[in-house]
């Protein structure tokens, strides 16, 4: 294996890398044809062999690899990576001290400086993420800079970086003492069941902590509530907790059913007096239409790309009609809260979508209030789509 490749970058994208920009990206390379083996350190030149920048090969799904440094003489050894991490624990060092959230991420990838990594905390319990054969190159100066830098209970890992950038199914426990599962933490006081050595997802998508409270503690007492494409039904629980008079969850996976049952059941509340549907999300708008149900709240989080046996869902070109499917079923005066996690267009663009169905369903709206990642979820301001959250509480008026 190369240790090291030059690549030289095409002159348009020199000032693009000089001023930060993390991601490195086949269209942006004269030369990627030189890559060798994943996890070999790349210098970025200019087209006269001017250093620019330096990272590693690894693939993802979103380009070939990462810059790390603007430093030549950097190396990628266990200093490079105990810094750096320790760095981004330092910032995160109030989350620690607060009892009311024992969940919370620790190392956001290109956001605390290196892409392709990302780490969290489940209440002395860590879970590193690998997003490329690149990056795990380095498995062994990261798990030890872990283990010299925080106290653990356990160190587990998820790998998503198979053939088709998926996860890869093993046993995931990696060093200290195996956790007893389902783990209950905390997240602004509610209990949340998880799985650390299940599945790629361990339950809960620790980026939507703001938006979980606000519909708690805002929009919930009352009302009548829709959580679509439910997973583990987090934010329904979050919405009984508010007072909500009964929560709706609806999700295609079979095993969402007693997922959703397990995190109602740690916080008290008999999931008997709910509804959890396993259904094709949009049969169930087909059906909630049909049978004239209205909703007080619409919950659509939708994943960026789902595929069921009759409908292929991808969020750029198809939240507009989801969205318009949500209007349908919404009281007057009631809320949908819009969230997707696509990082290939912005708030603007988001927001185009929403006004642009409500227009096609001849309905007014008024913006309540928006989210994108919390604070520990650490973005890049060089590289826009590390910030890819974008949440908005939307009233429908009469």
Not at 93 to 103: D, I, L, N, R, W
Not at 259 to 278: L, M
Request: one cysteine or more; charged letters at 30%; aromatic letters at 14%.
């Amino acid at each position: 294996m190369k240790t090291e490749v030059s690549l030289k970058v095409k002159s348009k994208f020199v000032t693009k890398y000089k001023n930060g920009y993390p991601l490195i990206t086949k269209e942006t390379i004269l030369n990627s044809t030189a890559l060798d083996e994943e996890g070999c350190t790349i210098k970025l030149v200019d087209e006269q062999n001017n250093f620019i920048a330096k990272g590693y090969y690894g693939k993802q799904n979103k380009g070939l690899g990462w810059v790390l440094s603007n430093n030549e003489k950097e190396q990628f050894d266990h200093r490079f990576f105990e810094k750096t991490l320790k760095a981004a624990f330092d910032r995160r060092e109030h989350f620690f001290q607060g009892s009311e959230t024992t969940a919370f991420r620790v190392f956001n990838g290109e956001g605390d400086g290196i892409g392709g990594l990302t780490i969290d905390y489940f209440d002395g319990y860590y879970v590193i993420t690998w997003y490329s054969k690149g990056i795990y190159h380095f498995r062994e100066f990261i798990i030890d800079s872990l283990k010299n830098l925080v106290k653990f209970k356990a160190i587990y890992q998820k790998k998503r970086f198979d053939e088709s950038g998926k996860y890869i199914e093993e046993d995931d426990f990696v060093a200290g003492e195996r956790g007893e599962f389902p783990l209950i933490v905390k997240e602004n006081g509610v209990n949340i069941a998880v799985y650390l050595n299940e599945s790629a997802m361990v339950g809960v998508f620790l980026d939507q902590k703001d938006v979980r409270k606000t519909l708690r503690d805002v929009y919930s007492k009352g009302k009548r509530v829709l959580n679509t494409f439910s997973y583990t039904g987090v934010f329904s629980v979050f919405a009984a907790l508010g007072g909500a008079t009964k929560t709706t969850s609806v999700d295609l996976a079979n095993r969402s059913k007693s997922k959703t049952i397990e995190q109602f059941k740690v916080n008290g509340i008999d999931a008997e007096t709910q509804d959890i549907i396993v259904e094709d999300v949009f049969k169930y708008f087909k059906y909630a239409v049909k049978k004239g149900l209205l909703f007080d709240v619409v919950i659509l989080d939708p994943p960026s790309f789902a595929r069921s046996k009759k409908f292929v869902f991808s969020a750029e070109k198809d939240y507009k009609n989801l969205l318009k499917e949500a209007i349908s079923i919404t009281e007057d005066n009631g809320i949908i809260l819009a969230s997707t996690n696509a990082s290939s267009f912005g708030m603007d663009k988001f927001k185009g979508f929403i006004d642009t169905a409500f227009k096609e369903s001849k309905k007014r709206y008024k913006l309540m209030e928006e989210f994108s990642l919390p604070e520990d979820f650490r973005t890049n301001k060089h590289y826009p789509e590390s910030d890819y959250l974008k949440v908005v509480f939307i009233k429908k008026l009469k």
